[in-house]
């Protein structure tokens, strides 16, 4: 699994930005994808993830409402839709894979098993 992740720019708050993750492997549809961000000083948080099978989903609380995780196997592509972004979403995200796992896992902090290089996301106010 090689994700990449892309789409990430600067966007003004109350805006619209999505990002994608593809992997150009065979397995992508048996692995759950989960995004994750960084601000700057802060560490690594859970953002949302989307179940592989049943295409489940999770939200940190913070962004409920206003991200929207969906999945295209047949072009192996995961994406987050950030719909009136604010500033405090500003950060390094990242997309991860876990194999046969669900989304629920990841959003209590099991750790994926390949990571994808990170997109930056700037949010103006």
Not at 42 to 49: G, I, S, V, Y
Not at 78 to 94: F, G, I, R
Request: proline share 3%.
């Amino acid at each position: 699994v090689q994700l990449q992740a892309s789409g990430g720019g600067l966007v003004q708050a109350g805006g619209s930005l999505k990002l994608s993750c593809s992997d150009s492997g065979s397995t992508f549809s048996s692995y759950t994808i989960g995004w994750f961000r960084q601000a700057p000083g802060k560490e690594r948080e859970f953002a949302a993830a989307i179940s592989w099978g049943s295409g489940g989903t999770q939200y940190r609380d913070s962004v409920k409402g206003r991200f929207t995780i969906s999945r295209d196997n047949t072009k192996n592509t995961v994406y987050l839709q950030m719909d009136s972004p604010k500033p405090e979403d500003t950060a390094v995200y990242y997309c991860a894979a876990k194999r046969f796992s669900t989304a629920q896992v990841l959003a209590m902090g099991v750790r994926p098993d390949y990571w994808g290089q990170g997109t930056l996301v700037t949010v103006s106010s």
